[in-house]
DNA sequence: CTGAAAGCGCTTACAG
DNA sequence: CTGAAAGCGCTTACAG
């Protein structure tokens, strides 16, 4: 392989010329610059990883650890991967990816053996066995999701909280007196996917406090099993004007299981889910959703991941804890429940619709 | 940090003992080598990642190149990603996962700095623009997905050819003599996705020979598109009672379209799939497939590589080649043509289903 | 069975 | 503006 001792030999200088002539980190002259960057370029010259890392403390590559569970609907989480390498290669760095199913272990593989300058954790439980490691280590860390203790890291995550009052609010100015709440599996809520019952809780007080009846089911994660559910569900709260999703494989089942009962959205039934626009687009799921942005929080937990690596003041900032306010996307599936619309000839089918992108 | 030398300073040893101790690669007095165990035990030694590669030339990751079209069913790509990631983890490598636009150039720049010491190519085009880098790389190469000129690498792939066939005669030996298949979107051939017309290719041969009438079509990858053209489809061509699928989003959109027609499968039309189990369990395919094994064709990929990376001998053995027979999973929805059923009283749904997986 | 030393390819104070 | 040298943390011939 070709070594700067090739391209100093080459440009006729020193080692330690060329490579400050290709940092850049002390002034040479134009002359030697310039026959330094030949030499690189016509040798074909890549500094070896190993041997930079080994020099300068500093590995370019952060580690994204992501968690599979069988109870949990996969395709979503390519999402965060994908705006989370994206984003890290756009500022300069690799990425390595965890799937192992130990991710404490693999943790502390990469971070002990400094493979990693910092690491982001998708899919956080509320009391997350990697989260200890992770603090202790010597590199920073980024989550996405929201545990139970965000201390001695940067949190990011929808503000499921607040999507679910968003989403009660909106079936309340539409006039909707009783709903159907959707959540993962509850065995997503055992294993500590606080998300679930953040947004849960939040409609089950939202609708209280607007006095609106609420049936909230844990809805399985995988299909057909979640289309039998949600039947289940319509058989049982017949008087139920609005659905609301937070479960994906349900959203995605929902077509079929309207079709089969001849509903349309939001004539007979108004559905609010809550998924990202790609999967939406990449499953036509025809309802309106809040936006769960998993590009925007990959991107947002690597940005602030690298600065605190590069940034030696980011480094000692406080940490940040930032919870992404809901925003909801219309796609037209909800309007006046039936019973409103008969009653008051007038209403306009969403006369409070919040816009969203088009 | 704690290196070895701190180990070695606590088992009272010199740092090549210490390293010797750790690694087994000679023999060491009991006492010693436990003394050294003990010491790395206690302080929590790993080796430093940089260092060992700089040493050894070799990093134990292998590189990951995954490429994401617009055009193209992203969730699909995850399944294969999983099958690399696992199963090189499980040969104690990790993995380097790149997701960059421009694949070749990041695939000159891990391999150029040593970042890794294989990699795995993802969604290989005919002409892909990587494969010039890889052979030229001094890292070995596999490929998923099967490229003009395969040389210089080991490549793993379904065999769309046979998968081809094999719809086209499970079809034929339950008497249907006309058939629709769907593509993936044209762009994908455009851009070098041979498996689109290597399956097209066989299905229209295969027809033709069997005396078939055949409608061969790209379908979009988005949906509500692929769903409207699948509605064209069978409006223009009544008389033909299977259905071949080669595009992931027209199986997701099928059982749709199938409602709204009022159509079921097999009675009023045989179905026939190319996607993978796992895909048909979270989408709730009730169609049969050819299984297209992504989780199988990344672990056979991976293993070769790591054999190559691992064993001296293996270096120099000539590539293979090596092409996944179809298997036909049998989900009941293919059976005799309603015209051949209604001609022949006695004639059992689908006399030679080929079994597969319950 | 063990140790001192060289070397992997970089970067960066130190010295001029 | 440039060079000689030290050092990052390992592994592994070389020598005993």
Redesign the interface.
């Known amino acids: 392989?070709v070594t700067i001792g090739d391209i100093a030999r080459a440009a006729g200088v020193s080692r330690s010329t060329a490579s400050y002539a290709l940092s850049g980190k002390r002034s040479i002259s134009a002359q030697v610059r310039q026959r330094v960057a030949d030499a690189a370029r016509e040798l074909?010259y890549?500094?070896?990883?190993?041997?930079?890392?080994?020099a300068t403390a500093e590995?370019r590559?952060v580690g994204?650890l992501a968690q599979?569970h069988a109870d949990e609907?996969?395709?979503a989480?390519?999402q965060y991967?994908?705006g989370v390498?994206?984003t890290a290669?756009e500022l300069g760095y690799?990425?390595?990816?965890?799937?192992?199913a130990d991710g404490a272990r693999?943790l502390?593989?990469?971070t002990?053996?400094?493979?990693v300058d910092g690491v982001v954790l998708l899919n956080v439980a509320q009391d997350d066995a990697r989260l200890p490691l992770l603090r202790a280590a010597?590199q920073p860390g980024a989550l996405v999701g929201l545990p139970g203790d965000p201390s001695g890291v940067d949190v990011f995550d929808l503000d499921f909280a607040a999507a679910g009052r968003a989403m009660v609010d909106h079936m309340h100015r539409l006039r909707h007196r009783e709903l159907i709440l959707v959540s993962q599996p509850e065995h997503v809520v055992e294993r500590g996917g606080a998300y679930v019952w953040r947004l849960q809780d939040a409609v089950v007080q939202q609708a209280a406090a607007r006095g609106i009846g609420l049936h909230a089911a844990f809805g399985p994660s995988?299909?057909?099993d979640v289309?039998r559910d949600l039947h289940a569900l319509l058989d049982a709260h017949p008087a139920a004007t609005g659905l609301l999703l937070n479960n994906e494989?349900a959203a995605?089942?929902l077509?079929?299981v309207l079709?089969?009962r001849g509903l349309r959205a939001p004539r007979d039934l108004s559905v609010i889910g809550r998924y990202s626009d790609?999967f939406a687009?990449?499953?036509?799921l025809p309802f309106s959703s809040v936006e769960s942005a998993p590009d925007l929080l990959g991107e947002m937990a690597v940005r602030h991941l690298v600065r605190r690596i590069t940034d030696p003041l980011a480094r000692d900032e406080p940490h940040v804890l930032r919870l992404v306010p809901p925003e909801l996307v219309d796609r037209g599936s909800t309007g006046a429940p039936p019973t409103a619309r008969t009653a008051g000839p007038g209403t306009p089918p969403d006369p409070h619709g919040q816009g969203g992108r088009p």
Chains 1, 2 share one sequence.
């Open positions: 392989m074909g890549t500094p070896n990883a190993g041997a930079r890392a080994l590995t590559v994204l599979f609907f996969a395709p989480m390519l991967m994908l390498s994206d290669r690799d990425t390595l990816l965890v799937t192992e693999a502390r593989r990469i002990d053996s400094r493979m010597p995988r299909q057909p289309g494989a995605a089942a077509p079929s079709h089969a790609e687009r990449t499953f036509s």
